[in-house]
């Protein structure tokens, strides 16, 4: 199986530290850390932390998406769009969004808002830019062809352009999937009361360090599942793309 | 006077957003503490230079993420060629690389922190440990993409299999390992600087974390026009090397930064 | 074709097994043998493995059914004997036309002066002077075979192996380049195996022409060549029709065949 070397390395974490080659304050066993977790979740607060950060995570990656979408592809239809917001995307592209968690933090504070502010700001930039790019690869050919069949404008935007520009959205939104997971996790670790990243520090700082490795790769690999279900769910749907 | 103009089109749009910005801040439209005005901000800059703070925290910042930079390239150039040469490696790293990927691996800060403490060491582990995928994926990619006919024509002139991966593999590799090099900085440098932000003290990200706790808003949109500025000039740097050292490239491009 | 063979080939068989998808016969008992100093065309449809069985030759694929024997000795890997020459250049894009040349010289161990010279000589022999320090990159199409010639030529292997050679270039680059090479090979005899799968080429440059079935590769056919091309007009002549044609004739079923 393509995935037995992890298997493996999970094998070798449990003997090194059984055989006492390396100090269980330093590395919890995997047994020790799976029920450590499975304490958490059971009766810790793992389900409560938990929420929040699927509330912040998501809310925040559905506006981005949404909004940075609209927005890429009025770029690419409208010219005057693309004039004034343009220079504001090329500008901001390069610049790293985790420098923005001090500034939400000063604006929003230690909570929700905060988070999703982040997180939308960040991960909008990949979308609109795979909109518009793929608005502005949409074969002439096709528009025409709509408004000829007596599409108005803004119908054919909604009919020709939109699908059109699906794949490269769609590539966008895998980009700002995985940049909304490590916003997520980079702001409540600094600055946050309660999510998973929050929980994580909280367990650290207590010394709970099996529960605290357990959060950890529940966190870990919910950013690689997310990503490998996102990869499947946009095969599915862009199927007619060949 | 067309190509003047798109030569000068990335610099017309910071000044169009600077502008918006002054202008923005000036109309009363947000208070002073959410948006301080531009000058305000580069004042406080101007200050922290001549105060000698502002070059304290950006050198540490860039120390720790160029060499957490430079340990990533060196380690993940050798990771990747030994992986693309030998079967085993691939099948042992495969999936370590691809599981790993996607992961926001800035979660296991805490865990590094028990291990190597509070200090520059764990900092610089955090960047090596994100900067590496991006190196090793292209090193892979690129060694398995040198044309047979390089490799076969070299052989032919009599070079011996270590002379082979000297002198052929690794200067047909070099483009896209660059490429690869190129993403990883910019990735070193934020993922310094959100460690320092965890872990506090000095350093751009320690600054403004700081600066955020003492509700001090100048302070915090100083580091972030700060960091922009270091990011835009590491990439340039980058892109510098990049055309020095493959002047023989047909396309020799930068590409897009994160 | 007299003197013992250079280069024999016995019932040579090769079979591709990619990692995924089924085994392909590319060779099916191939025998062959060329006389030193002797030019043959392997001319084929393409799919036959007149590819494949240059690279045999070559020492890239191992020999797993059958034997090659380079002047008596069995095939053991590549190497400065047998020169090779690719159809699309191969040349080390990160190295100069000067240094791409020099790289078998350096190999041999040269003085530093001695390569140089040596280099210059063929750079010029290819009518390449004047470019010596361009990037593979600056050059076109016919320029770059030219440097790849060179290079190949610069050790001065008793071989050459060349897999299509001027296949990637313009119809009128690539009929200077045949002439240029059949007037290298005339002042620097070496053996030449050149494998294409245009007929014309193949009659205008060999002795004799071997023809390969469509895939698996077999030998269907051998057609000694014996034009005088010290004639200028002996390609628009009659004679050098009929050879096309009867050699057409030949190739055409195995063309249809590869469709």
Known sequence: MKYLPLLLLALIWEAVVQLGLVSRDLLPSLSDVAKAGWTLLREGDFWANGAASLYRGGAGLALAIVIGALAGIAMAWWRAVDALVGPLVEALYPMPKSALIPVTVLWLGFGDGSKILLIFLGCMLPVTLGAYNGARSCEQALVWSARSLGASRLRVLWDVVLPAALPEIANGARTALALSFVLLVSSELIVARAGLGYLIGFLGEGGVYDAMFAVVLVVAFLGFFADRLYQRLMDRLLAWRA | ?258 | MSGSAQITVESVSHTYRPARGRAVLALEEVSLAVAPREFVALLGPSGCGKSTLLYLIGGFLPVEQGAIRIEGAPVAGPGPDRGVVFQHFALFPWRTVRANVRYGLEKLGLARDEQERRAQAYIELVGLKGFEDSYPSQLSGGMKQRAALARTLAVDPKMLLMDEPFGALDAQTRSLMQAELYAIWQRTPKTVLFVTHDVQEAVRLAQRVVVMSARPGKIKATVDIALDRADPHIYRSAEFAAKVDEIWGLVRDEALKAQ
């Open chain 2, 1 to 258: 006077m067309a190509r003047l103009t798109l030569r000068f089109a990335p610099w017309i749009a910071v000044l169009a957003l600077a502008l918006a910005w002054e202008l923005f801040a000036r109309s009363g439209a947000v208070t002073p503490f959410m948006l301080p005005k531009l000058s305000t901000v580069l004042a406080r800059i101007w200050g922290d230079a001549a105060s000698g703070e502002l070059w304290q925290n950006l050198g540490l910042t860039l120390y720790r993420s160029l060499a957490g930079f430079a340990v990533a390239a060196v380690i993940g150039i050798g990771l990747g060629f030994a992986v693309a040469y030998n079967r085993v490696m691939r099948w042992l790293f495969d999936p370590l690389i691809s599981v790993g990927f996607p992961m926001p691996k800035i979660a296991f800060l805490p865990i590094i922190t028990l291990w190597l403490g509070f200090y520059d060491v764990s900092k610089i582990s955090m960047v090596v440990f994100d900067a590496i995928f991006p190196v090793v994926t292209a090193t892979i990619a690129a060694t398995l993409a040198v044309e047979r006919e390089l490799l076969w024509s070299a052989r032919n002139l009599g070079a011996s299999e270590r002379e082979l991966l000297r002198e052929v593999v690794f200067p047909a590799a070099l483009p896209q390992i660059m490429t690869g090099l190129q993403v990883a900085l910019p990735i070193a440098l934020i993922v310094c600087i959100v460690a320092e932000m965890k872990l506090g003290g000095v350093g751009l990200g320690g600054a403004m974390i700081t600066a955020s706790r003492f509700a001090d808003s100048p302070g915090v949109f100083a580091g972030i026009v700060e960091i922009a500025i270091a990011g835009y000039l590491l990439v340039r740097v980058m892109a510098r090397v990049r055309a020095r050292l493959l002047a023989w490239h047909p396309e020799t491009e930068a590409p897009a930064t994160v």
